[in-house]
């Protein structure tokens, strides 16, 4: 997360709407889909499936008052839970819920996943709104671990709430995507109904903003594969990146007028995270979509999303109580694995070995290392999606917390193609928070052909007490990539003790990376290597002849000892084939310098003139523009 500095959005702010809602601690038996009342003739449908007590799914016969109690509930418990225990996903059956005079507003806290069933987003229609919001003291730069998909929001003004229903309120920041909405009115990201408004780190795929879009004070966003429309995209602070996206401002980095943007045309690789949706003979089922190259807009403008729809009987459906052993046995005999709310414990490796495999994670399903365990392994198999998963270390030291292929320098196939990468989606980890958490990286990539799709691996700067420390929650790196043809579309990877991010395969991509180096560092002894002071923020290894990455920041807060300096955030090697877009320094607070942007070239981002960033439009053959 950023710390609680961010400067001011630039140009008016206009007062729209925000919505609102969400929560209950609901039992299960409330919620399951109701039954058929068609005649007796009629097929009944099928059976709702077992998705455990946290995943609540409503019916638009449903009253809305009823609705909106049991949405105000489960926001009530989770609003403050920012490192509990609990996990939810609240699911809309197809139809509409709200309207112009009673309004639905869901409010989403921590650890809540909020999704329509239908197959497109045009068949949940939320008359109302969807609200992801800061709380008053810390602006919205903690508002992480929430997610909403695959409905469309009309924005209804709530009685009583002058501020939060003038539009679509998403105010988050890291580990929060929206994908796959349809606003058909104004979407703001920044919490400007909040004391201080600050935002860090928000994240659009696949999704129609119609009415436009306020950032604000976001220090840092990512849109991609989307559409804005109505009044355009206002404001910016750092680092705003956009790819793929109609109606995208034009690329003015470094310009601060009207933001610092990057644009480009197209996103080089994508794959949508699969979903859970509802036939239309009632039955569920899991939509997987196809991987597209060099592309533009929406996946469902033109009509369904592309891709392969799969039974719900393919899947084994885990639920905390499950053993480990339980779901390896699922899925060596060919099952997909769709993992419910909770919190897991595993002590042995879930291992993915077939091509294809879905692991689908509900209401940020967490898996959590004991005994040092490396929580899920993949085998070298192309085809792969892991999505919507949390992995946490635990105080027993792991190697790492999820291994995508084997040993890139042991031989093997690394296998892969372009046309079906293995896809890590909103795949989130944690070093630290609620509890003691170690681990000497967290993800580790050693297939080819594997795309990197909103990724956030956080070694904790806050948590409970006890549980953050320099010599308490311990992690080298973040993200280690050895495979080659690797593609990052949204990669956030902040506070690693050494090197956040190292790159080692050929022909790596990234567009958008955002970092904060470690705050903790006691001195400067503790944290400085090979006479250069500091780990870089992003390291593409010597001997890598290929690579290419835009839209990049790293800020610096020491916090420990303000004293501290980075010789640099960006470390390269000085090669033709390397090049660098857009990159962005920043110093926070008054605490820590970063001596140069990339490879010694770039201005000083100093303690002294905090909050100045500084840039690097182009680096490459070690030539800084």
């Known amino acids: 997360m950023a710390p609680l500095f961010s400067t001011p959005p630039q140009g008016s702010l206009r007062s729209r709407r925000h919505p609102i809602g969400v929560a209950a601690a609901v039992g299960a038996a409330v919620l399951g889909v109701l039954a058929s009342t068609q005649g007796a003739m009629a097929a009944p449908a099928p059976a709702a499936p077992d998705l455990g007590p946290n995943v609540i799914v409503f019916s638009p016969d449903m009253p809305v008052a009823q609705i909106q109690s049991k949405v105000d509930a489960i926001y009530a418990q989770q609003v403050d839970s920012e490192m509990g225990t609990q996990r939810y996903a609240l699911l809309f059956k197809p139809g509409t819920y709200g309207s112009a005079t009673t309004p639905l507003d869901v409010k989403v806290g921590y650890y809540t996943e909020v999704d329509g069933l239908g197959q497109d ?6 008359n109302g709104g969807v609200t992801a919001v800061g709380r008053n003291g810390s602006g919205s730069l903690d508002t992480f671990w929430r997610s909403v998909s695959n409905l469309t929001i009309h924005a209804v003004a709530a009685p009583g709430d002058e501020c939060h229903t003038s539009s679509e309120m998403w105010a988050v920041s890291q580990a929060a995507p929206m994908r796959r909405v349809d606003v058909k009115d104004y979407t703001t990201f920044m919490p400007y109904c909040e004391n201080p408004n600050y935002a860090s780190g928000g994240f659009v795929a696949d999704s129609n903003l119609e009415g436009g879009a306020l950032n604000g004070s976001q220090q840092q966003f990512y849109v991609r594969n989307s559409e804005i429309g109505g009044q355009g995209w206002s404001n910016g602070v750092w680092n705003q990146v956009f790819s793929g996206t109609v109606g995208a401002p034009p690329q003015s980095f470094p310009s601060t007028d009207p933001g610092p943007y ?5 996103t080089p690789v994508s794959k949508e995270k699969p979903y859970l949706y509802v036939d239309a003979k009632g039955a569920y089922r899991v939509f997987v979509p196809s991987a597209r190259t060099s592309s533009v807009g929406t996946t469902w403008a033109k009509g369904h999303t592309p891709g392969r729809s799969l039974p719900l009987s393919d899947f084994f459906v885990a639920h905390p109580s499950d053993s480990i052993a339980k779901i390896n046995s699922a899925l060596a005999q060919g099952k997909h694995l769709l993992v419910t709310p909770g919190v897991y414990d595993v002590a042995k490796s879930i291992a993915v070995k077939r091509a294809d495999t879905v692991v689908l994670g509900l209401g940020l399903a967490t898996l959590t290392a004991t005994n040092g365990s490396v929580p899920m392994t993949v085998a070298d198999v192309q085809g792969v999606d892991i999505a919507g998963l949390t992995f946490d270390a635990g105080p027993v030291n792991s190697p790492t917390l999820l291994q995508v292929g084997t040993g890139h320098d042991k031989g093997g196939k690394h296998a892969g193609t372009a046309a079906n990468p293995t ?7 944690r070093i630290g ?27 904790a700067d806050h ?3 006890g549980s953050v420390g320099w010599t308490v929650n311990t992690a080298k790196n973040g993200v280690i990539v050895n495979g080659d043809d690797v593609t990052a579309i949204g990669l956030f990877v902040e506070h690693y003790q050494q090197y956040n991010v190292i790159w080692n395969g050929e022909r790596g ?22 006479g250069i002071k500091g780990w870089a923020a992003y390291k593409v290894a010597d001997t890598v002849r290929t690579h290419e990455a835009w839209g990049l920041g790293s800020y610096i807060y020491t916090n420990v000892n303000p004293s501290l300096h980075a010789t640099q955030s960006f470390e390269v090697p000085d090669r033709p084939g390397v090049v660098l877009h857009d990159l962005t320094t920043v110093s926070l607070n008054s605490a820590g310098t970063i001596d140069s942007v990339i490879n010694g ?25």
């Open 601 to 625: 070239k770039g201005s000083a981002a100093e303690a002294e003139h905090s909050s100045i960033p500084h840039t690097v439009t182009t680096y490459s053959n070690g030539v800084a523009n």
């Open 121 to 126: 987003p045009g068949a949940v229609t939320i």
């Open 463 to 465: 948590g409970v007490a």
């Open 423 to 429: 896809a890590l989606q909103d795949v989130f980890f």
């Open 433 to 459: 928070g609620p509890h003691v958490g170690k681990a000497t990286t967290s993800l580790v990539v050693d297939s080819d052909h594997v795309l990197l799709d909103d990724i956030w691996a956080w070694r």
């Open 509 to 530: 991509r990234t567009v958008f990376f955002q970092n904060e180096l470690p705050y903790d560092a006691p001195d400067q002894a503790a944290w400085q290597h090979g």
């Open 262 to 266: 990057t644009t480009l045309a197209t």
